[in-house]
Nanobody
Framework: QVQLVESGGGLVQDGGSLRLSCAAS????????MGWYRQAPGKQRELVAG???????NYADSVKGRFTISRDNAKNTVYLQMNNLSPGDTAVYYC?????????????WGQGTQVTVSS
C-alpha cells in the first residue's frame, strides 16, 4: 500500500518560512519522480516544484528563488523549503510521486497539508 504523508504546514506571517516534508512508503522511492503541488480555494491544482529520480529540479515561475525542493532517498522523504512566503502562497500543498513503468504512469498523492500566510 502506497502512502505519502505530508507534514510541516501551518500558519506563518508574510515573509516567513516553512519546510514541508513528505514521507513515502510502499514505493521504490529512489525510482520515483517527486513533486509538490498546491491548490488554493477556487483554483486548480498547480505544480509548485518537482524533482526527478536523478535529482533534476523544476519550479513554477511564481516560486523560483524562494522555494527549494530536495529529496533524501535514504529517508524516503522529499522536502519543500519555502522562504519569503506571501499571502498568495496560501493553499493546500500536496505531495506527489510518479513513475512510468510498462508504458503506464503510476501516480500517487498525499492527503495534503494546509499552508496559510497572513498579511
Amino acid at each position: 500500500q502506497v502512502q505519502l504523508v505530508e507534514s510541516g504546514g501551518g500558519l506563518v506571517q508574510d515573509g516567513g518560512s516553512l519546510r514541508l516534508s513528505c514521507a513515502a512508503s510502499g514505493i521504490i522511492f529512489s525510482s520515483n519522480g517527486m513533486g509538490w503541488y498546491r491548490q488554493a480555494p477556487g483554483k486548480q491544482r498547480e505544480l509548485v516544484a518537482g524533482i526527478t529520480s536523478g535529482g533534476s529540479t523544476n519550479y513554477a515561475d511564481s516560486v523560483k528563488g524562494r522555494f527549494t525542493i530536495s529529496r533524501d532517498n535514504a529517508k524516503n522523504t522529499v522536502y519543500l523549503q519555502m522562504n519569503n512566503l506571501s499571502p498568495g502562497d496560501t493553499a493546500v500543498y500536496y505531495c506527489n510521486a510518479e513513475r512510468v513503468r510498462y508504458g503506464m504512469t503510476f501516480r500517487y498523492w498525499g492527503q495534503g497539508t494546509q499552508v496559510t500566510v497572513s498579511s
